[in-house]
């Protein structure tokens, strides 16, 4: 079709899996175990076909009381 060139951006976020208050590592891991190259907190860039990936964790850190945004400002 006519988005073949485009690239499709994955964001993990609360938008993603709950409201900011059920976001927690735990969640983000088991989403990015699913998508190839991608770390353990859902960071990442990887190519399938020709479709580009890219997965990013911002919105989560967004959130006041995230267990995520906390571990990961350690």
Do not use: T
């Not at 899996?17 to 860039?45: H, Q």
């Amino acid at each position: 079709g006519p988005f073949v060139d485009i690239p499709f951006h994955a964001i993990l976020g609360d938008w993603d899996i709950g409201e900011c208050s059920g976001l927690d590592a735990n969640n983000v891991n088991w989403i990015a175990r699913k998508l190839p190259g991608l770390d353990r907190f859902g960071c990442g860039a990887f190519k399938i076909g020709n479709v580009s990936f890219v997965s990013l964790n911002y919105v989560a850190l967004l959130c006041d009381n995230s267990s995520l945004r906390l571990m990961l400002k350690k």
